[in-house]
């Protein structure tokens, strides 16, 4: 048996024109109080670091050294792998921490949980949590750098930036594009995420679905609301379906799941009727049958999968980020 040479390559960069000159920040607590520009730096930092997927050597020594920690206080697969294998290829030392498993369950509290997590030399905090601002109160009480990896139904910064990043692939740009965020708005942290982080890019959002799903103060946001979504689908560039979801809330949100495929279900049909070029992105898990066909799901016009490629890039460039790892010329990834 052979084994493959590792290629010796030159060290691989942001582009010129859109290196991340600084970055001051050090949590990621949601896309609201970031600028465009600092949006963008996510994105072009991202953007180097998805060619290391395509290597045989997928690892580099980035962040060699540091201790990156998953506090997941809600089940998660697709975020909570992705940040662990982000970290891994950064040669980063990663633990993953389970709240069912740990002295919460012996009274405990939150804080003094991420307190001891830090003690054992934690650099960065991967937060999950169902309450709402959680990860903002953490960063007040501890050292390492917070990323928000879902609070509640507030924000999920880093789907929201693989979105973005997926849709900017497969368009080219997202200034003057026309984003439908179907399905579950009132319960849904990626499409406030999405929100501030599409309308702050230039791109026109529209939330549709059942009213009793979609709250008309979202057009404070800068939102177009649509309850028909056979009328909006025509002027969409982008549909990104979300997912219902019932264990957030119990009661009778509409008259049956089949009403509600009816209306709003994304169908071959409903492909058809849209623009020939329509990207159809779904933030995971999704229900087959309920917000769309597996046809589709599997289908030409379905970037579902490079959502999750994109994830790994995305969360890659986080870490790297708010390690204090960026300079003026970018990173270096040999």
Not at 146 to 159: K, L
Request: net charge neutral; charged share 25%.
């Amino acid at each position: 048996m052979t084994l493959e040479p590792i290629a010796v390559t030159t060290p691989s960069r942001v582009p010129e024109n859109a290196k991340p000159a600084s970055w001051e920040r050090k949590h990621l607590l949601g896309l609201e109080d970031l600028s465009r520009e600092e949006i963008e730096s996510i994105l072009a930092t991202a953007e180097s670091f998805g060619e290391i997927s395509t290597r045989s050597r997928k690892k580099v020594p980035a962040l060699l050294g540091r201790v990156v920690f998953n506090l997941f206080f809600e089940n998660s697969t697709r975020t909570r792998t992705s940040f662990s294998l982000a970290a891994k290829r950064l040669s980063a030392d990663t633990q993953d921490f389970t709240a069912s498993a740990s002295s919460l369950s012996k009274g405990e509290s939150f804080i003094d949980t991420a307190k001891n997590i830090e003690a054992m030399g934690a650099d960065v905090m991967v937060v999950r949590h169902p309450t709402p601002g959680a990860p903002h109160l953490l960063a007040q009480h501890v050292g390492a750098s917070i990323i928000n990896a879902g609070d509640g139904a507030h924000e999920h910064p880093t789907q929201a930036l693989l979105d973005i990043l997926t849709i900017r692939r497969a368009k080219g740009r997202i200034e003057g594009l026309t984003v439908g965020l179907v399905g579950d708005i009132s319960h849904s942290r990626v499409a406030r995420s999405n929100i501030w982080g599409l309308t702050k890019l230039g791109a026109r959002v529209i939330l549709c679905g059942p009213p009793t799903l979609v709250p008309r103060r979202l057009e404070q946001l800068g939102c177009e609301i649509a309850y028909r979504l056979d009328d909006v689908l025509p002027r969409l560039d982008v549909v990104n379906v979300l997912r219902i979801q019932f264990e957030r809330d119990q009661r009778a949100v509409f008259p049956s799941i089949a009403e509600y495929f009816r209306l709003f279900g994304m169908t071959q049909e409903r492909i058809r009727r849209g623009k020939p070029d329509l990207l159809l992105l779904a933030p995971g898990p999704i229900n087959r049958g309920v917000e769309l066909t597996p046809e589709v799901a599997d289908g030409p016009h379905s970037a579902i999968l490079d959502q999750v490629t994109n994830g790994l890039a995305v969360r890659m460039a986080v870490l790297y980020l708010l390690s204090g790892k960026s300079d003026a010329h970018g990173p270096t990834l040999d």
